[in-house]
């Protein structure tokens, strides 16, 4: 297990008795080097979204675990945040809350000269996503294949 995965399953690990007290669902936490810092980042929701209170109540309780697990080597910034409506598919429970919606997937390359496909999301395994376009077609994509996969919106 690489020092990113660690810190970022320890982290899920001290959140997740917050989640359950306050009614809310971890959706994410991600370590990542963002230019010369490094950020610790919780993804946090609920029914009827998450509001900014809702972000500081979390981010003051896990500094205090931070502050004295201290597991985390490196100088970090610590942010709690919304998933936002563009959240990637990244767990089991995201592809079963979005079973009959419809996303947006972008491939690493060219499939028939496209990169981005649109289409209700129809069945999904451990390593592929089936989604049904438009024209009633589907496709079925490897997980392995695909560099964004999120819910689709429009404005």
């Given amino acids: ?10 982290t899920e690990e001290l959140l997740q008795p917050l989640m359950e007290e306050y009614h809310f669902e971890l959706v994410d936490v991600e370590y990542v080097k963002e230019g010369s810092s490094w950020y610790l980042r919780a993804y946090i929701d609920k029914d009827g979204g998450i509001t900014v209170d ?24 610590f942010e ?7 959240r990637p598919l990244k767990k089991e429970k995201d592809y079963v809350r ?20 649109y289409g209700i999301l129809k069945a ?21 294949d695909i560099a964004l996969i999120r819910l689709a919106f429009d404005f």
């Fill in 124 to 144: 999904y395994d451990a390593d592929t996503v089936t989604i049904e376009t438009e024209e009633k077609r589907e496709l079925t994509f490897a997980k392995t």
């Fill in 1 to 10: 297990m690489t020092k990113r995965e660690q810190y970022e399953k320890r």
């Fill in 98 to 117: 979005s079973m009959g919606k419809e996303l947006e997937i972008r491939t690493y390359r060219a499939i028939n000269k496209e990169k981005e496909f």
């Fill in 54 to 77: 809702d972000c500081e109540i979390v981010s003051r309780r896990m500094s205090e675990l931070l502050d004295k697990y201290d597991y985390v080597e490196d100088s970090y910034i």
């Fill in 80 to 86: 709690v945040s919304s998933p936002g409506l563009g």
